[in-house]
């Protein structure tokens, strides 16, 4: 870790808060410098790679790393967590079950309750079937910027501004409130059906 005077930053410190024997890889702090949100694939985790969180002390010192756990963690792997200067809204990178292919950008909020909401898929064309990862947004949260390794780019992983963010946020929302209707619609179908088919066997 770095920080910076007026002009210039200082020499690199080691975070031995972060830092294990294990991977850590991508780090995000937030605006008042007293939480970290970092990713390691330690034992211990959920899955390959979870995000762990550290909270600086009144001595000054960062606690022990805290998995931040479901529903944020999954058993498969979540990288590039970057938390927003408002303190409350989340992005990261997962490539779970609800990935359209590879690692996908999703979108948390932290409620009032202090826990994570349901991370929301920001769906196409933020995210593809290739890896899209490391997402992060201006102070007012209009413009985005991350890397992805999709087609039509100059290397590997080329990096992305998206400038209707607000616009593909509202349309995400909207998409998972849809999917999660569908999905409840589907669950009480489901049941009506076994109930149904239950009486029909008792009446059989």
Not at 88 to 105: A, L, P, Q
Not at 166 to 185: F, G, H, P, R
Request: without cysteine.
């Amino acid at each position: 870790m770095s920080e910076r005077d007026d002009i210039n930053y200082g020499s690199p410190r080691k975070l031995d808060a972060i830092n294990s024997d294990a991977w850590e890889t991508h780090v995000t702090t937030s605006i008042d410098g007293n939480t970290m949100y970092f990713v390691s694939d330690r034992d211990g985790g959920y899955g390959g790679r979870d995000i762990y969180r550290l909270v600086k002390l009144p001595n000054g010192e960062w606690s022990q790393a805290y998995n931040i756990g479901p529903p944020i963690n999954t058993p498969f792997d979540e990288d590039s967590p970057f938390l927003h200067p408002n303190g409350k809204t989340f992005y990261f990178s997962s490539n779970g079950e609800e990935s359209m292919g590879g690692f996908d950008i999703f979108h948390s909020e932290l409620n009032e309750e202090g826990k994570w909401t349901l991370p929301v898929n920001m769906g196409y064309p933020l995210n593809t079937v290739e890896d899209d990862l490391y997402f992060t947004t201006n102070a007012d949260g209009k413009n985005g910027y991350y890397a992805s390794s999709h087609e039509g780019g100059y290397g590997e992983k080329d990096i992305y501004k998206v400038s209707n963010l607000i616009d593909i946020l509202n349309n995400a929302l909207e998409m998972a409130s849809i999917s999660y209707k569908i999905k409840v619609i589907e669950d009480i179908s489901g049941k009506l059906d076994e109930i149904i088919i239950g009486i029909s066997h008792e009446q059989g």
